[in-house]
């Protein structure tokens, strides 16, 4: 079967650096995303990582380890806005459909 | 604006009813998906289409009866609703039916059953 972790909060100081992890198990694999939800909203699309490695976009960073099962998001220097719920999910087995995390709710402290 | 836009976006309504809620996306993409998200915040699919054919049914009561007139438009219909179906509803679309496509959400539908 599947399962995703994600720690379920964190708390962060703005300006400062969080990374935010998440482990899986599956037998295939077809990618992992991550996406961010803000109290009351919709996700929204962050990050695709398909192979190994660390992948920048601005203050955002998302690194994947494939042979460990293990992918985090790195936030850096933290906004008040970056405070929401960050959302780990991958392919399921059968490529139709995504396997999402409960998420993990930032809070962010002046 | 190109967007995916659901409506309502809050829905009160007592047990027993039936209630529609619509979806529609200007993004030209072929699959569009039905998300039930709960209280604990763990987002579930419920349907998927594909250029208005289903490709996803989930474990998702009968009661519950998904309509695709065409690629850009995707419906959920709920008959005799029940307190557990109180949840937020996400219309979503992609590209393409393959998992590995990004999703693009509308901004949910607050249903809550009395």
């Known amino acids: 079967g599947q399962n995703i972790d994600q720690p379920t909060e964190m708390t962060a100081t703005e300006g400062a650096i969080v990374q935010i992890n998440c482990t899986y198990q599956t037998s295939g694999f077809n990618g992992l995303f991550w996406y961010q939800q803000h109290a009351g909203e919709a996700p929204t699309f962050l990050s695709y990582n398909v192979l190994d490695g660390l992948e920048e976009k601005g203050r955002f960073s998302s690194f994947l380890s494939r042979s460990k099962g293990y992918s985090y998001l790195l936030l850096k220097e933290l906004q008040m806005k970056d405070s929401a719920s960050y959302l780990c999910?991958?392919?399921?087995?059968?490529?139709?459909?995504?396997?999402w995390g409960a998420g993990t709710k930032l809070i962010i402290k002046p | 604006d190109t967007a995916v836009s659901q409506t309502p976006k809050y829905l009160v309504t007592q047990m027993g009813n039936d209630k529609s809620i619509k979806c529609e996306q200007n993004l030209g993409h072929d699959t569009m998906y039905w998300y039930k998200q709960d209280s604990k915040k763990f987002l579930k699919i419920m349907f998927s289409?594909?250029?208005?054919?289903?490709?996803i049914n989930e474990t998702v009561p009968n009661r519950f009866s998904p309509k695709s007139p065409d690629k850009a438009h995707l419906n959920l219909h709920i008959n005799s609703l029940e307190l557990g179906d109180s949840a937020v509803y996400f219309c979503?679309?992609?590209?393409?039916?393959?998992?590995?496509?990004?999703?693009?959400f509308g901004n949910g539908t607050r249903l809550t059953v009395t």
């Open positions: 289409y594909n250029n208005k054919e289903l490709i």
């Open positions: 999910a991958l392919p399921a087995d059968s490529n139709y459909q995504l396997i």
């Open positions: 979503a679309s992609s590209p393409f039916s393959g998992a590995d496509s990004p999703l693009h």
